[in-house]
């Protein structure tokens, strides 16, 4: 049997951090629809299921800095002496 990646690895044993979100994204609705397949063992599917929530907090992770990139542009925009959009 061929040894899963761990939850935090890329498949080829890179960091997770190094993912960007749409990487991320797309393995885990590859993992996810592995797990729906149902065909996998059980420590497969363990293995699958820790995978996909580190997938999923990456993602969230990715998701709250973009917010707050936007929220600091919104804010940035809003400051005296900043130019309004035409």
Do not use: F
Not at 29 to 57: C, D, F, K, M, P
């Amino acid at each position: 049997m061929d040894a899963m990646p761990t939850s935090e690895t890329t498949p080829a044993g890179d960091p997770l951090s190094t993912l960007t979100y749409e990487e991320a994204r797309d393995e885990l609705i590859r993992v996810v629809q592995e797990l729906e397949q149902g065909s996998a063992t059980l420590e497969e599917s363990i293995a699958l299921w820790e995978r996909g929530e580190a997938l999923a907090r990456h993602c969230e992770e990715w998701l709250i800095g973009a917010k707050a990139r936007l929220d600091a542009a919104r804010a940035g925009a809003g400051a005296p002496g900043a130019i309004d959009g035409e």
